[in-house]
């Protein structure tokens, strides 16, 4: 099986781009939401995107932007991929991705009466939008944008679709593992999970998380029985 990819979201310091990439993450994702504490501009993301070695993918985090916004953000920040976190319509985030021609993935907030026919129609309307389309990210319903750090019913998640979304919402070190072997996600996405505060990454936590990640990949690979 493949193993499960790893996006640490919410960066903003040089130290904790050097924790991360030593730790090896395979994508890391700045927040240019103007609301959020881990908020960076163009500029400072392009700063730290200027020390990422080849191979980590950058991901910008954009919640209802505009074109123009994009537009901006990506003359100065040469990110690999984009992912949408508010309430774009499929037309809207189809728009936005084909205007700098990067992929993208479309958060889905799970609530409690969610089904799996939703999320799988959410991803079809997505996926017939644009061939940018790259994934779902799957995160916690909460009256707010953003990361809510609460984990939602996994159990909601059809067996066909979990090999092609992102999992997020309430990850942590101590239910990665179990996330991961219950889901089998193609990736993991977390911040607030692995920080000392708000922007500012736990170096410890973070490799702590992809150790979680990678037993249960291991886990899963030699068919292992997991409680």
């Not at 799988?120 to 916690?140: G, I, K, N």
């Not at 909601?156 to 089998?184: C, F, H, W, Y």
């Not at 996600?185 to 979680?212: L, N, Q, T």
Request: proline share 7%; aromatic share 8%.
């Amino acid at each position: 099986m493949p193993r499960t990819r790893i996006k640490i979201c919410g960066l903003t310091r040089f130290d904790d781009i050097a924790a991360v990439v030593a730790a090896g993450a395979d994508a890391i994702g700045f927040v240019f939401y103007p609301k959020s504490p881990r908020y960076v501009t163009p500029e400072q993301a392009a700063s730290l995107i200027a020390v990422i070695p080849p191979y980590v993918s950058t991901v910008g985090l954009f919640v209802n932007a505009s074109v123009e916004e994009v537009k901006a953000t990506l003359a100065v920040a040469p990110l690999s991929l984009l992912q949408f976190h508010g309430d774009e319509t499929p037309e809207h985030s189809a728009t936005l991705a084909a205007t700098v021609n990067r992929p993208y993935t479309q958060v889905f907030r799970v609530k409690p009466d969610t089904s799996g026919e939703d999320l799988l129609e959410y991803e079809q309307r997505y996926r017939a939008a644009s061939p940018l389309f790259a994934s779902l990210l799957l995160d916690t319903y909460v009256d707010a944008y953003g990361g809510a750090g609460k984990v939602f019913d996994w159990s909601l998640i059809p067996k066909e679709l979990a090999p092609r979304v992102v999992l997020s919402g309430g990850l942590s070190v101590q239910n990665a593992t179990d996330a991961v072997v219950r889901v089998r996600p193609y990736a993991v996405d977390i911040s607030s999970g692995v920080e000392a505060s708000k922007g500012i990454k736990d170096a410890s936590k973070v490799r702590d998380f992809i150790r979680a990640v990678q037993d249960a990949d291991a886990i899963i690979a030699r068919g292992l029985p997991h409680d």
